[in-house]
């Protein structure tokens, strides 16, 4: 973004009304928009049992809401039970049984419908043979696949039977996969031979092999489903073919009731620390969350055609792909493979050819298409959307207003969704046809959720635009329950620092004087990359692990597509020769993406003589923050222990300093690192997040 933009931003003072023809359609009016906030204002627990109740089917009712044992462990409908599969397809199957539940379209051209009874069937069909190979109740299964209509199938027939998947991104490497497995005790993993994407075959089976060759004794059997046509290897004894293991089997499974609580998945997202976190969430709250946020934030209706461009490895590919809008009843849309194949009019071309009414997509793909200009669009007929969302990051007003206008032609509200794979569903939206939208802004909480901004003491921040913690107030039904196997762990990052009173988000954000809520970025040391989560800490443990490398520091500088990319400081064991630096490089951009998945590649790796420290030994990482965005330095570099470091930091200086050899390889966790902090300082950078935490200087703005 450049200089005028962020002054755009920083004078945002448009508001969008509902346009009238899509407000006077709306399933929630403002009338029932204020309704339904008084009567979760009024009485929380009570607003959320009444809608388990009408909302979800249950096989056996429960008689107690909230079960609050003590904070920060939440039971909810506790003693009811019910089966998540069936509560998303078989309910359907009388009115909607031919009606179509799901449009997959193949990055190479292929499309496939199925209806709900077709999808029912072939749920059944391998929840039948998961049963047959041992799979049971509460086992985990990890799911690794292309973005098919069988990775939802799997998801189903796991939660047919009781059993917990764990989805992993098929961009994930084997070294991701593999600790995930083990962290989850995974009984069986099921995978694909390839899938499409970017116009290559991602070897998904010879990755789950890679995996697998060490330390994964749990797994007794990979099923392995034909995407690709690309011989693999199938290990006899263990690795079965998916067409083999349903056939024969009954279209017919009766779905296993669960209690409430019984873990319905696992899904690691990134933390502060090099190990990923298994978020475990509950069946029937999060099933209660993300059909009522679908059905609330965009406005669903019987002849919708829905379309989220998520991938079922994130969170949003859970909750707005596999089940939301499926127990809602609606069509959705899967695409497996990159928007610009075979160019970047792709995304719009799916939308004219399936009559998509509802799009979901992240920032991150909006700015890479809206380089492209307006003329790929203007070639396709976007008449029957409806409605655009938003979710993974904050949305730069320049790319809301090219959504609005070039995509939406200046008819269809834009939803802008704050959440969190902890959250399990949208907290702060728009309500469509209510909510006048300001671009760059979340708006308000939906019912029921408490959310406010505090301060260090955990008092609210009452001053406009003043930034401070989000956090959520009250407990709600579709929150994350613990971490896998680390409930300390769930307790010290979410709840520690407020002594339990209110679940801490992890971002800063401020509230301007509508209570309008800006979303300004992390707090704690986790990049947003591409609307995607990536601890430093993860990706410096990967650096560290390389043979040539002793310490490593990661901070994230803005990008204009990514939102956020990977800046790395690295510093070499031993001497280093002068030639070598750019292969060295290129040979750890490509060792973290070996380690990690493509996704955490490193935009930028500097190699240096030395981190900055301070006295005490803590590095400075703001200072490699306004290096890395190439900023004037203003800080104090004077409580350096090596302040001659600076320039060649700032990449002056290339030629190796002398120095003592680093004998010994640093520990991931030695690494240790001061708090972020919000900067209070107006900065030139690029992102609308650092424009917005500059804004918070300027006077609040008023509405036109
Ligand atoms: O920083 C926020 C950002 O994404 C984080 C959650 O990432 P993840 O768990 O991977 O889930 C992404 C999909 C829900 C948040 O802590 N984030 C998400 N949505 C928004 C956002 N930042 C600003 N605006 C949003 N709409």
């Excluded at 075959?201 to 797994?219: F, G, Q, R, Y």
């Excluded at 669960?258 to 969430?281: C, M, N, R, W």
């Excluded at 004219?352 to 809206?370: D, K, N, Q, S, W």
Aim: aromatic share 8%; proline share 6%.
């Amino acid at each position: 973004m450049s200089r005028k933009n962020i002054e755009s931003v920083l004078n945002e003072e448009r508001l969008f009304e509902p346009p009238p023809a899509f407000a006077a359609q709306a399933g929630i009016r403002l009338e029932d928009l204020a309704m339904l906030h008084s009567r979760a204002a009024a009485d929380p627990v009570g607003f959320w049992g009444d809608l388990a109740r009408t909302e979800l089917i249950w096989d056996r009712p429960f008689t107690q809401v909230l079960d609050a044992g003590g904070a920060p462990h939440y039971r909810w409908f506790a003693d009811g039970r019910l089966n998540v599969s069936a509560n998303c397809l078989d309910r359907h199957l009388e009115a909607r049984g031919h009606k179509t539940a799901l449009i997959f379209e193949g990055e190479p051209g292929d499309t496939r419908r199925l209806s709900y009874r077709e999808l029912h069937a072939a749920v059944c069909r391998l929840a039948n043979a998961l049963r047959r190979l041992g799979v049971g109740y509460g086992d985990r299964v990890v799911i690794y696949m292309p973005l098919i209509p069988e990775s939802i199938v799997a998801m189903h027939a796991c939660a047919r039977i009781g059993a917990i998947h764990s989805v992993v991104f098929g961009g994930f490497s084997s070294v991701a996969l593999r600790e995930r497995i083990r962290d989850a005790g995974a009984k069986l993993v099921i995978t694909a031979d390839g899938g499409h994407r970017g116009g290559h075959v991602i070897p998904l089976k010879e990755a789950t092999d890679k995996a697998l060759a060490a330390d994964c004794d749990s797994v007794e059997h990979v099923i392995v489903c034909r995407r690709v046509s690309q011989p693999v290897t199938m290990r006899p004894g263990r690795d079965l073919w998916w067409h083999d293991v349903v056939d024969g089997e009954s279209p017919v499974c009766a779905p296993v009731p669960v209690d409430a609580e019984h873990p319905l998945f696992l899904l690691y997202t990134s933390g502060s620390t090099g190990k990923p976190k298994g978020i475990q969430h509950a069946s029937a709250g999060f099933l209660l969350g993300a059909k009522v946020t679908t059905q609330w934030v965009f406005d669903l209706r019987e002849d919708d055609v829905f379309w989220c461009t998520a991938d079922v490895g994130w969170v949003t590919g859970h909750s707005y792909n596999a089940y939301g809008p499926l127990a809602a009843g609606a069509t959705i849309v899967m695409y497996e493979g990159a928007p610009t194949i075979p160019d970047g009019g792709r995304f719009w071309k799916i939308c004219e050819t399936h009559g998509v009414t509802i799009f979901y997509t992240a920032p991150t793909a909006i700015r890479a298409l809206m380089k492209l200009g307006e003329e790929l669009p203007a070639r396709y007929d976007l008449s029957k959307l409806r409605l655009l969302g938003s979710v993974g990051e904050p949305i730069n007003p320049e790319a809301w207003m090219w959504y609005h206008r070039v995509i939406g032609r200046e008819r269809c509200p834009i939803v802008d969704t704050w959440w969190q794979t902890e959250t399990g569903a949208i907290m702060i939206s728009p309500i469509p046809g209510v909510t006048p939208t300001k671009p760059g802004s979340c708006t308000q909480p939906l019912p029921g959720i408490q959310a406010d901004i505090v301060d260090e003491a955990g008092e609210p921040v009452t001053q406009p635009d003043a930034g401070g913690y989000l956090v959520i107030r009250n407990p709600w039904p579709f929150m994350l329950r613990t971490i896998w196997g680390d409930d300390e762990r769930y307790r010290s990052t979410y709840w520690a620092k407020f002594q339990n009173r209110f679940y801490v988000a992890g971002d800063s954000a401020h509230r301007d004087a509508d209570g309008y809520y800006w979303i300004m970025g992390r707090i704690d040391d986790v990049l947003n990359v591409a609307g995607h989560r990536l601890g430093t800490m993860e990706i410096e443990s990967a650096l560290v692990a390389h043979p040539r490398i002793a310490e490593a520091a990661v901070v994230g500088r803005p990008h204009e597509i990514k939102g956020e990319a990977v800046f790395a400081f690295v510093v070499c064991r031993g001497t280093r020769a002068s030639g070598d630096t750019a292969s060295l490089v290129a040979e750890l951009r490509d060792w973290v993406t070996q380690q990690l998945g493509a996704i955490a590649r490193p935009d930028d790796i500097r190699v240096t003589d030395a981190l900055p420290k301070t006295r005490s030994g803590k590095i400075m990482r703001r200072l490699l923050r306004a290096i890395a965005r190439g900023e004037e330095i203003t800080q104090d570099v004077s409580t350096l222990e090596n302040p001659a470091i600076v320039d060649q930091l700032r990449g002056v200086e290339s030629k190796p300093a002398k120095r003592k050899p680093v004998k010994k390889k640093q520990k991931p966790r030695a690494v240790s690192r001061e708090k972020r902090k919000v900067p209070k300082k107006k900065q030139a950078a690029s992102t609308r997040k650092s424009a917005k935490m500059a804004r918070r200087k300027v006077a609040p703005r008023k509405r036109r």
